[in-house]
């Protein structure tokens, strides 16, 4: 089978950098397991990565048509995606370093409400599915599979990926945490990490070919 190990090896290495770096679902998950357990922080994660199915169907089917219809239009939407990881990029670049945590004001809830809550927070963010028509077209890998078959697996390793890393910060929440009030330019460093992913991304796209 003609499969590009080395375009889904730097996917999933992609992935990972933008898990760990700092952002509202992996913060929220945190602040979560910090105020109310382990348990609670891995339902939260399993609702943003049940979202994350319903994202990768939408992008699936639609973008494929389009691919199929105008390798035009394929070529536009890989130009809107590299420049939108660019800009990204540059909202990163103008945010603050320092990572805010607060375990006050947690509200309790319980594990089916932080499913839900997940879920939603996941699916009702359009930034999701603009993300994902941004990140996963610049990175088919085969010349023989179906689009749709290669975006489901590209989005079967998203959520495989971000569900081991927002998984230990969920387990590892107490120490995580301990860690970045004692080490301040953790942030700093996390901020130019998610800098530098996203225009390496950027390129990526911009230059791969169907």
Not at 80 to 89: K, S
């Amino acid at each position: 089978m003609d499969v590009n190990y080395e375009i889904l090896y730097t996917f999933v290495l992609a992935t990972a950098a933008l898990s760990i770096s700092p952002g509202p679902d992996n913060i929220f998950v945190l602040m979560q397991s910090m105020a109310n357990g382990k348990k609670y922080g891995l339902s939260v994660v399993a609702g943003l990565m049940t979202g994350c199915i319903i994202h990768t169907s939408l992008l699936a089917f639609g973008v494929s048509v389009i691919i199929k219809q105008s390798e035009t239009l394929f070529f536009i939407i890989k130009l809107f995606g590299a420049f939108y990881l660019f800009f990204l990029a540059y909202k990163v670049f103008r945010s603050e370093s320092s990572i805010q945590l607060s375990e006050v004001g947690v509200p309790k809830k319980n594990p089916l409400q932080l499913f839900k809550q997940g879920f939603i927070m996941n699916l009702l963010n359009p930034k999701v599915s603009i993300f994902f028509l941004a990140f996963f077209p610049g990175f088919l890998f085969s010349q023989e599979l179906s689009t749709v078959v290669q975006f489901y697996v590209l989005g079967l390793l998203f959520i495989l990926v971000s569900f081991v890393v927002f998984g230990l910060i969920a387990i590892l929440a107490g120490a995580i945490s301990e860690y970045l009030k004692k080490n301040a330019r953790v942030g700093v460093v996390l901020k130019w990490l998610q800098i530098i992913v996203f225009i390496g991304i950027g390129v990526f796209v911009l230059f791969s070919e169907k």
